[in-house]
């Protein structure tokens, strides 16, 4: 079972100066195409992984302002039902891997890391979403192969009864 079935998972937006967040909160920031995320940890700071927030020039896992993470842009907590870690080991778990520098977009990306740091797991359903549309035309694919066996086999069956019933013999 993941992180997102154990409990019910609420996005609330929140006022960037961080008045109403609490060390430990799982924020989250939409960027064109995808959703930025990061771990508040107080004091109006953000620990996130940088990936490629500063255009092609990989960042590691740092801290910044909190007005830093949003780039001016809408800011929500990802409110989950039930967090494997309370909100001020989720804070030290993201505060541990400052300095970190092996962002990796499919496999260590800043979505990877909080739900590390939230939920113990490395993951991100942003990928999970972009693998499962990518791989669709090859589900479809397989599909049609699939289909087209089954409907060899059931002309060939079919053929072959109705030569055998009438006394042909192909």
Known sequence: MDSRERGKVHLRSV????????????????RLGYSHHGIYVGNGL???????????????VEVISIERFARGRQLRVLEEGAPHFDAAEIAQRAMSRIGEDSYRILTNNCEHFCEWCVHAEVRSYQVD?????MTAPLRFLRGVRDCSALLRAFLASALSYLFSSRGFNP
């Open 15 to 30: 006022h960037c100066s961080g008045a109403q967040l609490r060390p430990g909160a799982h924020l989250v920031s939409p």
């Open 46 to 60: 953000v620990v996130h992984h940088g990936g490629f927030e500063r255009g092609l020039r990989i960042g590691p």
């Open 129 to 133: 979403c972009l693998m499962h549309l």
